[in-house]
């Protein structure tokens, strides 16, 4: 039989045995497992081996000049390749000046959200409200940073954005026309 030294050392080791291994479980409570959430690449599709087909042509040569001032131009065309009845027939060209017009220009919008005279505090505002979609912009103007978002043709579209974005900031934002050269 083993004497009283032994049977207290084998009883220590084991309990010391129990303490490193259940231990640790024990005291470190509910374990978070961490995913790492991963997104799958579509296949490539497979393409349709028919590829439409063009013929090439050889090119055509007009004889046709314009002038530098608006003034009416005749040139004759050929058409060899018709019957004997074809002849040649003058047309008749006149070329105007068009003055351009910009009619967009006024139909565009933005949200003017809020200015603020710490500029860094408003880029945080815009990267953040880009994180969530909005195409949001900064715009340095008399010591203050404005906070924008646009420009959108769709004024309803920004009227629906103008409720969200005082949702999300607690700032109630202006519509206003947006105007290329100063917004």
Known sequence: MASKFQSRLVGTIILVA???IVLPDVLDGKKMHYQEEMTSIPIKPELNSEVEKFEV???VEDKVALPESPVSVTHQTSQASTSSKAAEKPIETVVKDVPERNDYQDSAWIIQLMALKNAENAKTIVSDLQKR???AHTKQENGFTRVIIGPDVSKSKLERQLLELE????SK???LKFKPLNP
């Not at 949702?167 to 607690?170: L, M, R, S």
């Open 18 to 20: 129990i303490g490193v």
């Open 173 to 175: 934002g202006q519509l």
């Open 133 to 135: 979609g909005y195409q």
């Open 57 to 59: 042509l050889d090119p």
């Open 167 to 170: 949702k999300v900031t607690g």
